[in-house]
Nanobody
């Protein structure tokens, strides 16, 4: 019932920037949290950033000061602005949406981010 569509991944050199976007469609209730996770091959999926309906944000320590999550108009689109990218940021990035009413996560298909010289 809920579908997330991501875009914006690609190949960049260290120090470069990318902006990821995610748009949710379907039945989205007002009580929800949207965020970004990432996963490298053979590693666990880790939380990168979240934003609530009232624009409260949180970040993993590894990306603080470099990444910014935003949710314009507190609607169903979320962005992840990634600056000063490092090779360690290389991963598949996944958008998610958590709906309180259903106590359930919904996931996007993932978009590849590669940081390499």
């Amino acid at each position: 019932q809920v579908q997330l569509v991501e875009s914006g991944g690609g190949l960049v050199q260290p120090g470069g920037s990318l902006r990821l976007s995610c748009t949710a469609s379907g039945t989205i209730f007002s009580g929800n949290v949207m965020g970004w996770y990432r996963q490298a091959p053979g590693k666990q999926r880790e939380l990168v950033a979240t934003v609530t309906s009232d624009n409260s944000t949180s970040y993993a320590d590894s990306v603080k000061g470099r990444f910014t999550i935003s949710r314009p108009n507190a609607k169903n689109t979320v962005y992840l602005q990634m600056n000063s990218l490092k090779p360690e940021d290389t991963a598949v990035y996944y958008c998610n949406c958590y709906i309180y009413l259903h106590s359930q996560y919904y996931w996007g298909q993932g978009t590849q981010v590669t940081v390499s010289s």
